[in-house]
Each structure stands twice: as structure tokens, then as C-alpha cells.
């Protein structure tokens, strides 16, 4: 079984630009959380969906956003990009309800200059 | 508010050694516990999990150990080999809904090295 897919694996965009990533969950996996990873703040959580629907969203500005079409596979946002937006966003999915194992895929290296 | 510590950042070991890496939590409503590798340029690999209503669980060569009481959780790598390099990370969820659907809260992490 193929594990999690995120496309693509290394963006560069300049300030003010914005950009959208995409993850293809594991097959049957029907929750995609969404985490960034930098140096300074580690690994902290953007959003989980289900079904097509948000459930969950951790502290990020509007600039963040997400969506999950009916496939499963999930789009995350950002507009209007500032160069703390530098980092690896990962997508993690779970087969279920996002409380059981979530498995991540190799991320996204986003960098804004 | 919620949060996952660990306790050591850095970890050398020999190969061939045992290896304990360390995480506190403060959530005491939280009820499940997952460890992940993070090799460099890759996303966090499952290790081991376990759920509050156990104290241990054993995989291959990993076992995790939760003690409730003092909300610390543990990894315990035998037998470590150079392939175990890596950056270990503890991580937690709440109670299933709400607004813990899908937030798993991660720790510092830990770097693991392992010299032959």
C-alpha cells in the first residue's frame, strides 16, 4: 500500500505570493491532518479534515487554509506569504477519526525569500 | 496549556547499547501516545503507540512505558544501532472530538546519535 504522498517536495516563493501543496493519503485513510515544522517552533498543528470537513484548526492566521475533496486528498494554503512561512509542512493521515495512528508523508520544503 | 516536553535534547550512545529517551506531558486528559523517527530530509515515521489505560507496550526492539501518575513517557530502544540516528519525537492526543480531532501536540524532540 502506497504511504502518504505530498506534492511538491520543494518550493521557493518570494513575499507576498501565495501557494498551494497537496497530500494524497494512504488509501482508505479518510482524516488528513496538516502540521508545520520549523527550527524554532518545531512541529506544530494547522488543521485536520474529515469528510471534506475542517474539524479541527490550531493557531495560525487566516492567511492558512485547507480543504479535503471527496478522494480524500487534501490542499493546504497560503496566502500573501511571509518569510516565517519558510518551513516543512507535513500531512499526516489516519484511517479514522485523527485519535489513531496518523502517518505522515515526507513534507513539503516551502522557503519564501 | 497543553504541551509536550522532553527532558534531554541530545542523546549519544554506542552501538549496540540500550537506549531510554524521555518526554513530559501536561495534558492529563490526554489519552494516546505516539513516538516517531525523524530521519533528515523525511517526514516522522510511526514507532510505537500506546493509550492510557496501559503502562507498557513492547514492538521490535522499541518499548514505550507511560506512567500517568507523573505524566512522563518513555522509549526504550535495545539493542541501538546506527540506523536508530535520528531525532525521536513524543507526541500526544486528547480525548477523541472536540478539539482534539486530529492534533497530535509533539514534543522538542530528542537527537539520538549512535556511534559504532
Known amino acids: 500500500k502506497a504511504g502518504v504522498t505530498q506534492t511538491p517536495r520543494y518550493l521557493i516563493k518570494t513575499r507576498g505570493q501565495q501557494v498551494t501543496l497537496s497530500c494524497s493519503p494512504i488509501?482508505?485513510?479518510?482524516?488528513v491532518s496538516w502540521y508545520q515544522q520549523t527550527p524554532g517552533q518545531g512541529l506544530q498543528f494547522l488543521f485536520e479534515?474529515?469528510?471534506?470537513?475542517?474539524?479541527n484548526k490550531g493557531n495560525f492566521p487566516g492567511r492558512f487554509s485547507g480543504r479535503q475533496f471527496s478522494n480524500s486528498r487534501s490542499e493546504m494554503n497560503v496566502s500573501t506569504l511571509e518569510l516565517g512561512d519558510s518551513a516543512l509542512y507535513l500531512c499526516?493521515?489516519?484511517?479514522?477519526?485523527?485519535?489513531?495512528?496518523?502517518?505522515f508523508g515526507p513534507g513539503t520544503r516551502l522557503t519564501v525569500t | 496549556g497543553e504541551s509536550v516536553g522532553l527532558h534531554l535534547p541530545t542523546l549519544s550512545v554506542q552501538e549496540g547499547d540500550n537506549s531510554i529517551i524521555n518526554c513530559a506531558y501536561s495534558?492529563?486528559?490526554?489519552?494516546?501516545f505516539i513516538w516517531y523517527k525523524q530521519e533528515s530530509g523525511k517526514g516522522p515515521q510511526f514507532i510505537i503507540d500506546i493509550r492510557s489505560n496501559m503502562d507498557k507496550r513492547q514492538g521490535q526492539r522499541v518499548t514505550v512505558l507511560l506512567n500517568k501518575t507523573v505524566k512522563h513517557l518513555s522509549l526504550q530502544i535495545a539493542a541501538t544501532q546506527p540506523g536508530d540516528s535520528a531525532v525521536y519525537f513524543c507526541?500526544?492526543?486528547?480525548?477523541?472530538?472536540?478539539?482534539?480531532?486530529?492534533?497530535?501536540?509533539f514534543g522538542q524532540g530528542t537527537i539520538l546519535t549512535v556511534h559504532p
Open positions: 479534515y474529515f469528510s471534506e470537513t475542517q474539524r
Open positions: 507526541a500526544e492526543i486528547g480525548n477523541a472530538g472536540g478539539t482534539s480531532y486530529g492534533k497530535l501536540t
Open positions: 499526516a493521515s489516519s484511517l479514522l477519526n485523527g485519535a489513531d495512528e496518523q502517518y
Open positions: 495534558n492529563s486528559a490526554s489519552d494516546y
Open positions: 488509501s482508505g485513510h479518510r482524516s
